[in-house]
């Protein structure tokens, strides 16, 4: 849904385990944003056309989009998790304020972060800094109210979409860039303590999005960049 890259796109697609179908428009070019939910409850929140910030929400029923209440703050580029568009959450990304870290705010404030879990029992891990573009390794665990330290992500990265998992146990962080690796293709789950290196990706990009299921042993990784090369791949993890 939405589009990383300029000119900004509204179209958003579903995913039925063989082929992607075009779904609603969004109503509105996003870019930059944050997700969750599911395919038939889903949820887009911040970003904009040009790739900016907002306070811009929008749920999907499975067939069409319709604005929702606005976040608090205005972010691009948000940390988005939970399994429901009523139970989400957003963290982290950038403002004109700056980075932002609210509502039990993150020990590490920082943009491009991913997620996994649920709004009472979630991950946040990798990211960058802003403006600067210092890469992160870090995660955090929340429970609901706070964020709490947990085992770092064996290669800094910011992850854009690239992490999901419908608990924190199985949790994924696939591809993304940093320093010297700009279309990275390493791939990583979390088991509730520790990263495990998982297969590769067949081709590194940043900028993509992933999905997976309450299980560490499938995913699903699309879209992204290679380059300054917009991509349609699509990568399926099925194994362990």
């Known amino acids: 849904m939405g589009s990383r890259t300029g000119p900004q796109a509204s179209n958003s697609y579903e995913y039925d385990g063989s082929s992607w179908t075009s779904g609603g428009s969004l109503g509105a070019p996003m870019g930059n944003s944050g997700g969750a939910g599911t395919q038939t409850a889903g949820l887009i929140f911040g970003g904009g056309p040009g790739g900016g910030s907002s306070t811009t929400s929008r749920k999907y029923d499975g067939s069409s989009w319709t604005a929702t209440n606005a976040m608090n703050n205005q972010r691009g580029l948000p940390s988005g998790f939970g399994t ?9 990304g ?7 870290t609210t509502s039990g705010a993150m020990n590490q404030a920082r943009m491009s972060c991913s997620g996994a879990g649920t709004q009472t029992s979630g991950i946040t891990f990798g990211g960058l800094n802003y403006p600067a573009g210092t890469a992160y390794a870090n995660a955090e665990e929340y429970n609901g109210s706070s964020w709490t330290n ?4 064996n290669v800094a990265r910011g992850m854009y979409a690239g992490g999901s998992g419908a608990t924190v146990e199985s949790a994924y962080a696939i591809a993304g860039d940093g320093p010297g690796n700009p279309d990275s293709n390493k791939v990583e789950s979390y088991d509730g303590t520790s990263w495990s290196t998982r297969p590769n990706l067949a081709t590194g990009r940043r900028s993509g999005a992933a999905d ?7 995913a699903i990784f699309f879209g992204g960049r290679v380059g300054g090369s917009d991509q349609s791949i699509t990568e399926e993890f099925t194994g362990t």
């Open 84 to 92: 429901s568009q009523t139970a989400a959450v957003a963290n982290g």
């Open 94 to 100: 950038f403002s004109p304020a700056g980075v932002l």
């Open 150 to 153: 947990v085992g770092a992500m």
């Open 212 to 218: 997976s299921g309450a299980t560490s042993t499938s």
